[in-house]
């Protein structure tokens, strides 16, 4: 059907590629282009043998004209951004130059600020719109699938949508003190950050880490979670008519705190730069250096992954709850893919994103975020690609 570019080399750009190349009936052709060429090669040689033609290209990507030659020189349908939120801007600069959809997993955040929002992102809808193309923003698990489980569950279970509980356990064991899942920058910026959550109309920031609850997954126990901000409390606060409250939790161990903690109170998650030896070193970036590579975690990871929402809300004028969930295990995600859980709920979503895109399904110009696409052949196509969800009606609240 046709060709992608794949920008990025890291976690999960892996799984997405590997995700095309089972997908080969869409996905004729991938190009996967990143700033290290060698992480594109090593990664085609994983490809081998699969059906969808693989090339590789070196890219900054923080270089709009760069980029804008490599889609001239390839001519994709669809460039999948999978590398860091630093470069969504440059990248859809450059979609936007040459006509071409666009899609990603997180959104802008500008290096010097650790403050994410959309609204960089959302003020190229009309350019978007005008130039006939579709950008689709944060079709990961969460931010992605957690905006598809909001439209399924608005389409299919509730008249009124009242309260969202996002729910983001890793009960994966990497055998390591300390490491993050995906990108260590990123992770701890966000970890780091203030709390918040919507309600009534208003975001009410916390400290960080502040508000915590114990939860009973399913196929994974009782987890200390902690309420977090996150990026599409910000969309689905404009998605979803008539919502009251929203909330974002994630789990996190004792041991991964404590560790956070120290490196916090002596200055290495800091994102100011300092002077070192006549050098300035970012203190983030020096301790991502130290810490294991997340693509290295794979073979290492073992348990499960639940990420899920709980909706509250109205159906035929009666209350309703309903909690829609998927649950994934890291060991089977490393025999599959060669990833651990966290890189593959994020890429695998991306591929399907990219494939709604390429067949029409989700084509029409603007900027989007998921939960403004039918959710209907998405929620059919996490059966199909990995990622299968489960529901229930009565589950456990949060308070
Ligand atoms: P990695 O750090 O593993 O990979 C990032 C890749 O981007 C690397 O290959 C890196 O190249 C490349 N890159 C960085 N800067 C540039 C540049 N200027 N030009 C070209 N390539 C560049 O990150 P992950 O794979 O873990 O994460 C990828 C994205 O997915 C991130 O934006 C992250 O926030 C997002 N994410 C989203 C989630 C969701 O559920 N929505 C969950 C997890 C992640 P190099 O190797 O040279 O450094």
């Known amino acids: 059907m046709g060709r992608a570019l794949i920008i990025g080399a890291g976690g999960v750009a892996s799984v997405v590629a590997h995700k095309c190349c089972q997908n080969p009936q869409v996905f004729e052709e991938i190009c996967i282009a990143s700033r290290t060429l060698s992480k594109c090669e090593d990664l085609k040689e994983k490809l081998k043998g699969s059906k969808t033609k693989v090339s590789v290209a070196q890219v900054d990507a923080d270089k709009t004209e760069e980029v804008i030659d490599l889609i001239e020189n390839y001519k994709p349908d669809i460039v999948i951004n999978v590398a860091l939120p630093y470069q969504d801007l440059t990248i859809m600069e450059a979609c936007l130059a040459t006509k071409v959809d666009y ?11 650790a403050k994410f929002e959309y609204k960089w992102q959302w003020a190229y809808k009309e350019l978007f719109e005008k130039a006939g193309i579709t950008a689709v923003l944060g079709c990961g698990f969460d931010p992605g699938v957690t905006g598809i489980f909001s439209a399924h569950a608005l389409k299919h279970h509730f008249d009124e949508i009242h309260t969202i509980d996002i729910l983001d356990a890793n009960a ?29 109309g208003n975001f009410v920031e916390t400290e960080p880490m ?27 606060a404009l998605n979803i008519p008539g919502v009251k409250r929203i909330r974002f939790f994630m789990t996190f161990s004792e041991r991964y705190l404590t560790h956070l903690k120290v490196l916090e109170n002596v200055g290495m998650t800091s994102i100011e730069p300092i002077d070192y030896e006549g050098h300035k070193i970012v203190p983030l970036q020096f301790l991502k250096a130290v810490l294991p590579d997340p693509a290295s975690l794979g073979p290492r990871t073992k348990g499960k992954t639940n990420i899920g929402c709980i909706y509250t809300g ?39 994103g990219a494939m709604m895109v390429m067949t029409g399904k989700w084509k029409k110009p603007g900027v989007f975020n998921v939960e403004e696409f ?26």
């Open 103 to 113: 899609l990603d997993t997180a959104n802008y955040e500008p290096i010097e600020t």
């Open 210 to 236: 502040e508000i915590k609850r114990v939860y009973n997954f399913p196929e994974i126990g009782e987890k200390d979670m902690y309420l977090l901000h996150h990026e599409e409390l910000e969309s689905l």
């Open 172 to 200: 994966g064991d990497h055998g390591y003190p300390f490491a993050t899942n995906f990108n260590p920058e990123i992770n701890i910026r966000e970890v780091t950050a203030n709390g918040s959550y919507y309600e009534n």
């Open 314 to 352: 109205t159906k035929d004028g009666k209350e309703k709850k309903y909690y829609v969930y998927n649950v994934c295990d890291h060991e089977e995600c490393y025999r599959e893919v060669g990833s651990q859980a966290i890189s593959y709920t994020t890429g695998v979503p991306a591929m399907i």
């Open 374 to 399: 039918d959710p209907d052949p998405f929620m059919d196509a996490l059966n199909q690609y990995g990622l299968p969800w489960q529901e229930s009606f009565e589950p456990e609240m949060v308070d």
